[in-house]
């Protein structure tokens, strides 16, 4: 493609999503990251207070890198603090909104600030076409739905991982919004089954704690977080994958399920009937509702051959989201951001 030469400055702060975007642009152009982390004692807030730093260190790398393009992966911090600084360098600037970035974690002054940011940036990139809507409505007037993009650089053969049937995952961050109680209450009734949670965060206790008040600690194991690699294999030891959030934009984990070619079950909610259709390549619930998880998953486990046929279907739909595929749809969107030149 033309413009190899384009520089575009990727800010963000989560490896998970970073990493990808960077590997995946830099087949087409020349890509700056400017990564950070989170400072722990600081605890909530945090985020506002690393604004003004961020911001600088945006201006600088964009100055003395000869930067074209700013893309925010998060909308907050960093795409409130790109769109900022793009502004006062008169450059474009894009953020990527992937969901818990506007459904959970905008609230208040920061809600604010995100939609100033995607009001005044001159492109945002939404995973799905929920999201696209919600920025709409907080004045984002460019917007595209673009996937995050899927590596599978690193996933295994599954002929090398043995699948165990009546084996259930969730890789999810262990925080309220992702339901998982109800899917501990939904297993509460059903015999001869295996539940992996793989993730950490808040909510870890509560929930080890309710497995246990519901007598479930032979069949739920709690795996914390595991290097990617391990996940994968995770995944592809697993026969379905479940995920009964409240909120979502259009879940990584639920994508990388599918790569393995697992069975899914999940909440009809955010962007997942986006890629899940009931009855095609999964089954969908109604949040909060354990009555009808639980009939999902024993419906789900009594028909191993519908898991398999589902399965396979899934791994063919999931190329769409290819990192190859999804970044060249990133570039041309952030190439279609740069003012026009005279003789182009």
């Given at each position: 493609?033309?413009?190899?030469?384009?520089?575009?400055?990727?800010?963000?702060?989560?490896?998970?999503?970073?990493?990808?975007?960077?590997?995946g642009l830099r087949?087409?152009?020349?890509?700056?990251?400017?990564?950070?982390?989170?400072?722990?004692?600081?605890?909530?807030?945090?985020?506002?207070?690393?604004?003004?730093?961020?911001?600088?260190?945006?201006?600088?790398?964009?100055?003395?890198?000869?930067?074209?393009?700013?893309?925010?992966?998060?909308?907050?911090?960093?795409?409130?603090?790109?769109?900022?600084?793009?502004?006062?360098?008169?450059?474009?600037?894009?953020?990527?909104?992937?969901?818990?970035?506007?459904?959970?974690?905008?609230?208040?002054?920061?809600?604010?600030?995100?939609?100033?940011?995607?009001?005044?940036?001159?492109?945002?990139?939404?995973?799905?076409?929920?999201?696209?809507?919600?920025?709409?409505?907080?004045?984002?007037?460019?917007?595209?739905?673009?996937?995050?993009?899927?590596?599978?650089?690193?996933?295994?053969?599954?002929?090398?991982?043995?699948?165990?049937?009546?084996?259930?995952?969730?890789?999810?961050?262990?925080?309220?919004?992702?339901?998982?109680?109800?899917?501990?209450?939904?297993?509460?009734?059903?015999?001869?089954?295996?539940?992996?949670?793989?993730?950490?965060?808040?909510?870890?206790?509560?929930?080890?704690?309710?497995?246990?008040?519901?007598?479930?600690?032979?069949?739920?194991?709690?795996?914390?977080?595991?290097?990617?690699?391990?996940?994968?294999?995770?995944?592809?030891?697993?026969s379905v994958f479940?995920?009964?959030?409240?909120?979502?934009?259009?879940?990584?984990a639920l994508l990388?399920?599918?790569?393995?070619?697992?069975?899914?079950?999940?909440?009809?909610?955010?962007?997942?009937?986006?890629?899940?259709?009931?009855?095609?390549?999964?089954?969908?619930?109604?949040?909060?509702?354990?009555?009808?998880?639980?009939?999902?998953?024993?419906?789900?486990?009594?028909?191993?051959?519908?898991?398999?046929?589902?399965?396979?279907?899934?791994?063919?739909?999931?190329?769409?989201?290819?990192?190859?595929?999804?970044?060249?749809?990133?570039?041309?969107?952030?190439?279609?951001?740069?003012?026009?030149?005279?003789?182009?």
């Amino acid at each position: 493609m033309e413009m190899r030469n384009l520089r575009i400055l990727l800010v963000g702060h989560l490896p998970m999503h970073l990493d990808p975007l960077a590997r995946g642009l830099r087949a087409f152009c020349e890509i700056e990251t400017l990564s950070w982390k989170p400072i722990p004692i600081f605890g909530r807030g945090s985020s506002l207070l690393i604004v003004p730093l961020l911001i600088l260190h945006i201006l600088f790398r964009s100055v003395v890198r000869g930067v074209d393009v700013i893309f925010a992966q998060y909308a907050f911090p960093d795409g409130f603090s790109s769109t900022l600084a793009s502004r006062l360098l008169g450059i474009p600037s894009a953020i990527q909104v992937i969901g818990s970035d506007i459904l959970v974690a905008a609230k208040g002054v920061k809600r604010r600030m995100i939609g100033w940011a995607v009001s005044r940036a001159s492109g945002v990139i939404c995973v799905s076409r929920q999201l696209e809507a919600l920025v709409r409505d907080m004045g984002a007037v460019n917007t595209a739905v673009i996937p995050s993009p899927l590596d599978f650089s690193d996933l295994p053969q599954p002929m090398e991982v043995k699948r165990v049937e009546n084996r259930l995952i969730t890789v999810a961050m262990l925080t309220k919004v992702k339901g998982l109680d109800v899917l501990l209450r939904a297993l509460y009734s059903i015999p001869e089954i295996e539940l992996l949670v793989v993730g950490n965060g808040p909510e870890r206790t509560n929930l080890e704690r309710l497995a246990k008040g519901l007598e479930l600690r032979g069949k739920v194991r709690f795996l914390g977080e595991v290097p990617h690699s391990e996940v994968w294999r995770h995944l592809l030891s697993s026969s379905v994958f479940v995920l009964p959030s409240l909120s979502e934009g259009l879940p990584r984990a639920l994508l990388e399920a599918m790569a393995c070619g697992l069975f899914i079950i999940a909440s009809e909610v955010g962007g997942i009937p986006e890629v899940v259709r009931n009855g095609w390549n999964g089954t969908l619930v109604e949040p909060r509702n354990t009555e009808a998880l639980r009939e999902a998953i024993e419906k789900a486990m009594a028909d191993r051959e519908k898991i398999r046929i589902v399965g396979e279907r899934n791994r063919l739909e999931v190329q769409a989201f290819d990192l190859e595929k999804v970044a060249e749809r990133q570039f041309r969107f952030l190439v279609s951001l740069l003012p026009e030149r005279e003789g182009d």
